[in-house]
């Protein structure tokens, strides 16, 4: 597992969050599933990572961008 992998799990892992978010708000049924299993893979990568190399600051910080910037991805995607 490397810093890049933990970086993009991070990053689809909470652009996938967020979109769940606006999927609730608009109430978008039919992708409340499909999200839900996206996050849980994303989730088991991320928990497996942090487990197999313990916590590192590298990681913490290649995790905290990536989710800042699937953030900022999911808010683009939904912008009207």
């Known amino acids: 597992m490397s810093y890049a992998a933990a970086f993009a799990a991070s990053f689809v892992y909470i652009c996938l969050k967020a979109m769940q978010q606006i999927n609730v708000v608009r109430d978008a049924q039919r992708w409340i599933i499909p999200t839900s299993i996206g996050m849980t893979v ?14 590192s600051v590298p990681g913490i910080i290649c995790i905290g961008l990536g989710s800042g910037l699937g953030c900022l991805l999911a808010m683009r995607i939904h912008r009207k």
Do not use: K, N, R, S
């Open 42 to 55: 994303c989730e088991f990568y991320i928990v497996g990572y942090i487990a197999t190399i313990g916590p």
